[in-house]
């Protein structure tokens, strides 16, 4: 089983600051995929990166993509209450019949106050 | 423009009773899928499906079943209700290829 450690559980902080998410793994994938959740609703996918040293901009949102594959982080700029929301990484499985299966990090509660 | 349409979004069971929750995409996606979401543990696959006809089981299958009979169809059967099956089920789709999956809005599911 393909484990994906995700950190931190919770993060709240105040309008404006800045904050990382970090997504870990011991196995490779072919994509690390981010995803956005609110309350009562189904994940929606923000961002797929597929190179390992990806970098991709989504507006104040940063994600990057591990050299070897493994790791990935989610980089939030001048945060807004709009943003709070618990926030998914998936790494995507390669090859043979695991083709097209994710395996989910725990998530990451984002909390902003205004 | 629905998407991925799950019914029904709320459920109460008794010990041992059956159902079945409903999927259905209309996006032509080969790909379906079924994960349950359980506080803290982020979202566990039970089944896939990568075309009519064809299903295999996840990492926590125990306890479910499942068919596709169609492209855009993909139900998950609940035989014999346990407590142990409280919680949030979603349903996906995706092409082979991705780039990433379209989820259903979910069924709270709880037993009783």
């Known amino acids: 089983t393909q484990l994906l450690e995700q950190s931190p559980q919770f993060l709240s902080i105040q309008e404006g600051e800045n904050l990382t998410v970090y997504c870990n793994s011991s196995s490779v994938f072919s994509s690390l995929q981010w995803y956005r959740q609110e309350p009562g609703e189904g994940p929606v996918l923000l961002v797929t990166?597929?190179?390992?040293?990806e970098v991709k901009k989504l507006k104040r949102l940063t994600f990057q993509f591990g050299d070897a594959r493994k790791d990935s982080s989610l980089h939030i700029t001048a945060a807004q209450p709009g943003d709070t929301g618990l926030y998914l990484c998936a790494g995507a499985h390669a090859g043979g019949t695991s083709y097209g299966k994710l395996t989910f990090g725990q998530g990451t509660i984002l909390t902003v106050h205004p | 423009n629905a998407g991925v349409t799950q019914t029904p979004k709320f459920r109460i069971l008794k010990i041992g009773q059956s159902m079945t929750l409903q999927c259905a995409q209309d996006m032509n996606h080969n790909y379906m899928y079924w994960y349950r979401q359980d506080p803290g543990m982020g979202l566990k696959l039970i089944y896939y499906?990568?075309?009519?006809?064809?299903?295999d089981k996840g990492e926590v299958p125990n306890g479910y079943n499942v068919s596709r009979s169609t492209t855009e169809d993909f139900p998950l059967r609940l035989e014999l209700a346990a407590p142990s099956q409280t919680s949030v089920y979603f349903c996906?789709?995706?092409?082979?290829?991705?780039?990433?999956?379209?989820f259903g809005s979910g069924t709270r599911l709880t037993v009783v």
């Open positions: 990166v597929v190179t390992g040293g």
């Open positions: 499906s990568v075309g009519a006809g064809i299903t």
């Open positions: 996906a789709s995706s092409y082979p290829q991705g780039p990433g999956y379209t």
